[in-house]
T-cell receptor, first 113, second 114 residues
Framework: DAGVTQSPTHLIKTRGQHVTLRCSPI?????VSWYQQVLGQGPQFIFQ???????GRGNFPDRFSARQFPNYSSELNVNALLLGDSALYLC????????????FGEGSRLTVL | QKEVEQNSGPLSVPEGAIASLNCTYS??????FFWYRQYSGKSPELIMF????GDKEDGRFTAQLNKASQYVSLLIRDSQPSDSATYLC??????????????FGTGTRLKVLA
């Protein structure tokens, strides 16, 4: 069975640009969460979606937004990129929003120049 | 005070020894506790979860939870060089009705010496 897939795996953007990251959860999983991981730190929670509804939001500015589609895949959008947005963006899939067992994709490494 | 605290390490143990990884958390309302392993350059992988006070064993891994002391630990018996990785402690608690907050520590780097 396919695990969590994320795209793109690597990307380079310049300050002020916009980026869209994509995630497909494990088949049968209905919840997707997004995390930002800066080198040397643990993942920081950005959003959780379940059945296309936002079920949790971390302490990130409004430049960060996300959505979940009817097939449970998800997009994370970041506007007006800053240098500090450079990080590994991880998508995690779970059975539902009650399940705390997260299955992570390999991540999208974003570099902002 | 950080919500989830871990010693960053590195924690070095000889092959075959027991590695003990510790984590403290600040929110007494925390309900679920998780340990993830992250190899360098890879994404986190769930090892164990524990919800109730006491010990939970799975193969060479034992998770221990003490809610009164707000403390959770992971023991790895018969440590192998392949266990060398960063171990992330994560805590989940209910924020509002129907929403949860999931907080990771910064991780402890474990080195198992052959």
């Amino acid at each position: 069975d396919a695990g969590v897939t994320q795209s793109p795996t690597h990307l380079i953007k310049t300050r002020g640009q916009h980026v869209t990251l994509r995630c497909s959860p494990i088949s049968g999983h209905k919840s997707v969460s997004w995390y930002q991981q800066v080198l040397g730190q643990g993942p920081q929670f950005i959003f959780q979606y379940y059945e296309k509804e936002e079920r949790g939001r971390g302490n990130f500015p409004d430049r960060f937004s996300a959505r979940q589609f009817p097939n449970y895949s998800s997009e994370l959008n970041v506007n007006a990129l800053l240098l500090g947005d450079s990080a590994l963006y991880l998508c995690a899939s779970s059975l539902d929003f009650l399940s705390g067992e997260l299955f992570f994709g390999e991540g999208s490494r974003l570099t902002v120049l | 005070q950080k919500e989830v605290e871990q010693n960053s390490g590195p924690l070095s143990v000889p092959e075959g020894a027991i590695a003990s990884l510790n984590c403290t958390y600040s929110d007494r309302g925390s309900q679920s506790f998780f340990w993830y392993r992250q190899y360098s350059g890879k994404s986190p992988e769930l090892i164990m979860f524990i919800y109730s006070n006491g010990d939970k064993e799975d193969g060479r891994f034992t998770a221990q939870l003490n809610k009164a002391s707000q403390y959770v630990s992971l023991l790895i018996r018969d440590s192998q060089p392949s266990d060398s990785a960063t171990y992330l402690c994560a805590v989940r608690h209910l924020v509002t009705s129907g929403t949860y907050k999931y907080i990771f520590g910064t991780g402890t780097r474990l080195k198992v010496l052959a």
